[in-house]
């Protein structure tokens, strides 16, 4: 079971705008930046966020983070084919190891 | 542009130890950054192991600390993965990575190699 916590899957059609959540303790989100994390199938893991709500450079606007208490989200608007990936969000925790949800699958209808 | 690669068997029997090497190319270890391992087992999701500055300061998953050492060879620009007595729980895509100004914050990732337990 992992510490960070997020939905199995999500879907979307072309177009739309999803969001994915990342739930957490004062410990991990509620006290140190959030990171989300896009693997394509078969592929390593892409830094997407970093910060909470930082996008490194060659990431598109369309994705976006956000974090709120204990809580984190990613959104993605304008979803496309090639967003289809599993996602997973990611912190340092205070009990000095950095923690992954369980990931998220994403699927565009 | 930085790039890592993975290095080692990929096939251990259980009990044994997993080694594995990273090699960095790009970038100079020495410079900076903690530098990491995770891993995913088929079909599931990410894990991470540990991480280690150039100092060689480490910090370990909790779950793992007992049986995991990472290490650092500034002279090769490489860092390595022990795991001590493996079982087929430990089957898995092993990555390495550089973590970045902010542990957890991964920015560059190895392609991964599958390592399998079994006898």
């Known amino acids: 079971q992992s510490v960070l916590t997020q939905p199995p899957s999500a879907s979307g059609t072309p177009g739309q705008r999803v969001t994915i959540s990342c739930s957490g303790s004062?410990?991990?989100?509620?006290?140190?930046?959030v990171y989300w994390y896009q693997q394509l199938p078969g592929t390593a893991p892409k830094l997407l966020i970093y910060r909470n709500n930082q996008r490194p450079s060659g990431v598109p606007d369309r994705f976006s983070g956000s974090k709120s208490g204990t809580s984190a989200s990613l959104a993605i608007s304008g979803l496309r084919s090639e967003d289809e990936a599993d996602y997973y969000c990611a912190a340092w925790d205070d009990s000095l190891q950095v923690v992954f949800g369980g990931g998220t699958k994403l699927t565009v209808l | 542009q930085v790039q890592l690669q993975e290095s080692g068997p990929g096939l251990v029997k259980p009990s044994e130890t997993l080694s594995l090497t990273c090699t960095v190319s790009?970038?100079?270890?020495?410079?900076?950054?903690?530098w990491g391992w995770i891993r995913q087992p088929p079909g599931k999701g990410l894990e991470w192991i540990g991480s280690?500055?150039?100092?060689?300061?480490?910090y370990y998953n909790p779950s793992l600390k007992s049986r995991v050492t990472i290490s650092v060879d500034t002279s090769k620009n490489q860092f390595s993965l022990k795991l001590s007595s493996v079982t087929a729980a430990d089957t898995a895509v092993y990555y390495c990575?550089?973590?970045?100004?902010?542990?957890?914050?991964?920015?560059?990732w190895g392609q991964g190699t599958l390592v399998t337990v079994s006898s």
């Open positions: 004062s410990s991990n989100i509620g006290s140190n930046y």
């Open positions: 790009g970038y100079s270890i020495s410079s900076g950054y903690y």
């Open positions: 280690i500055y150039h100092s060689g300061s480490t």
């Open positions: 990575a550089r973590d970045g100004e902010q542990l957890g914050e991964f920015d560059y």
